[in-house]
């Protein structure tokens, strides 16, 4: 047989115009190098600004400011030198804005060199730490316990005064607690007859020396009634309870009815034999457990 009876071999068949295939663009993944480049190098300028404005006078500062005034402001003078509609078209054509609910004009003012110059010069105020606050709140309690300790010291001294003018200082006593200032009348045959909760006249007198300088005192006042250990049982008091609350309501009464003390101030309670400042088991004792006080409440703890 002859050759031409034998299947050729498959010839490589040329691309569309006699060439090959073309290979696939080059992508460039270096594009981002420009950008990054561009970036460093702005960030490298403002640095540089801010370290030149740190490290200039002010008077250079002052024409910083002015610089930058123009560059931002057009050279404006803090006068009102735009209006903007809400609701109108947007900068771009035929482009709504957002805000479609309202024809409200807003005026935009241009700060002026002054305001920028102030601005620039004003320090921040630093935040403070939680410990600098707690120093802060302690310092301003201790001034606060001062102001007080003063006024109760003053206090305690005019009462005294005034007591030893008119012959009845032996019949008050004071003592300093936590609570405040404690100004103490025994009731025997000063404030009270036994077993009554009637004000003596000498009682009364007390009462309105005393109330008459805790009147300008801010502090509030706790009129406190105690007794002894003796007990009573009649119609009117039938312990010392009632007998108590009788003596501390009924001083009480005087200071807001006869004296003007401010009622909104003041409060009464009846401890009876409760908290004793002396022995019972003594004449002396109980005699001092027989008093009724009247505490300046302290505000400042």
């Known amino acids: 047989m002859s050759g031409s009876d034998h299947d050729s071999p498959a010839s490589h068949k040329p691309g569309r115009g ?6 696939e663009e080059h992508v460039n993944h270096e594009a981002w190098v420009i950008p990054y480049a561009d970036m460093l ?3 490298m300028a403002l640095f540089l600004m801010l370290w030149a404005t740190s490290t200039t ?46 024809d409200n004009d807003v005026t935009v003012k241009k700060p002026t060199a002054d305001e920028l110059t102030s601005a620039a010069f004003t320090e921040p105020t630093p935040p403070r730490s939680l ?25 305690q001294k005019k009462i005294a005064e005034r007591a030893a003018a008119e012959g009845v200082a032996g019949q008050i006593k004071f003592r300093r607690e ?19 909760a009637v004000l003596a006249p000498t009682g009364e007198n007390i009462v309105r020396i005393v109330t008459e300088v ?16 003796t007990p009573i049982a009649t119609s009117q008091y039938p312990s010392n309870w009632e007998l108590s609350t009788g003596r501390s309501t009924s001083v009480l009464r005087n200071m807001v009815e006869r004296v003007g003390y401010d009622a909104n101030r003041i409060s009464s309670a009846g401890y009876g034999q409760t908290r004793p400042i002396d022995t019972n088991a003594t004449a002396a004792g109980r005699s001092a457990n027989r008093r009724v006080e009247v505490v300046v409440l ?4």
């Open 41 to 43: 190098t702005l960030l």
């Open 178 to 196: 936590e609570r405040g200032l404690v100004v103490t009348v025994v009731t025997d045959n000063v404030l009270f007859q036994p077993g009554s």
């Open 18 to 23: 006699g060439h090959e295939d073309e290979h």
């Open 57 to 102: 006078d002010q008077a250079k500062f002052a024409a910083l400011a002015e610089s930058l005034r123009d560059a931002f402001t057009g050279g404006g003078t803090g006068e009102l030198v735009q209006t903007v509609t809400i609701g109108s078209p947007g900068v771009l054509d035929g482009q709504e804005s957002g805000v479609t609910n309202g």
């Open 131 to 155: 410990g600098q606050e707690a120093l802060q709140r302690e310092k301003d309690k201790t001034g606060a316990k001062a102001a007080e300790d003063k006024t109760f010291n003053d206090a």
């Open 214 to 229: 805790l009147r300008d005192v801010p502090n509030g006042v706790s009129v406190e009634g105690h007794t002894d250990t």
């Open 298 to 301: 302290a505000e400042v703890q």
